[in-house]
């Protein structure tokens, strides 16, 4: 599953994701974050066998969490499929689809929020 992580200031120091690693044997794989010693966020994609029992685990401790579907959402009554956002993805995760709109593989998608800047119809937003 992949979630957004909201830390607060007091517990950004604490070892809690490697504790819930350890714990329940889960994989981290960190997408994006964005964390201060003022508290911060972290996009994160959690395997395993124990993923419900360990996201529990990480509430109890304090981290809130916002598990999402899609990591970024393309307007299309906004788009006009200009491809302006195909060329800068990383990951390739933007395509031209057989019928020549731009499609976005949410599997692939890192939430870098490179189209999202890139996009002259603001028609692509990171979901948070
Ligand atoms: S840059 Fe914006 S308008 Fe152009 S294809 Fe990408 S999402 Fe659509
Ligand atoms: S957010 Fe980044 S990885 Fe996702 S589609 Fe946009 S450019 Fe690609």
């Known amino acids: 599953m992949r979630a957004w992580l909201r830390f607060?200031?007091?517990?950004?120091?604490?070892?809690?994701?490697?504790?819930?690693m350890k714990k329940y044997d889960i994989n981290f794989n960190i997408l994006r974050a964005d964390i201060s010693p003022r508290g911060g966020k972290m996009l994160v994609e959690i395997d395993g066998k124990q993923v419900q029992e360990s996201i529990e685990y990480i509430k109890k401790r304090g981290?809130?969490?916002?598990?999402?579907?899609?990591?970024?959402?393309?307007?299309?009554?906004k788009?006009?499929?200009?491809?302006?956002?195909?060329s800068l993805c990383p990951v390739k995760a933007i395509c031209v689809m057989d019928d020549w709109e731009i499609g976005i593989d949410d599997q692939l998608c890192i939430g870098c929020g490179f189209c999202t800047s890139s996009c002259p119809m603001k028609a692509i937003s990171v979901m948070e």
Do not use: H, Q, R, Y
Not at 63 to 77: L, Q, S, W, Y
Not at 79 to 86: K, R, S, W, Y
């Open 8 to 20: 607060s200031p007091i517990i950004v120091n604490e070892t809690i994701i490697s504790d819930t």
């Open 79 to 86: 788009c006009v499929d200009c491809g302006a956002c195909l």
């Open 63 to 77: 981290i809130e969490v916002n598990p999402i579907k899609k990591v970024v959402k393309k307007d299309d009554e």
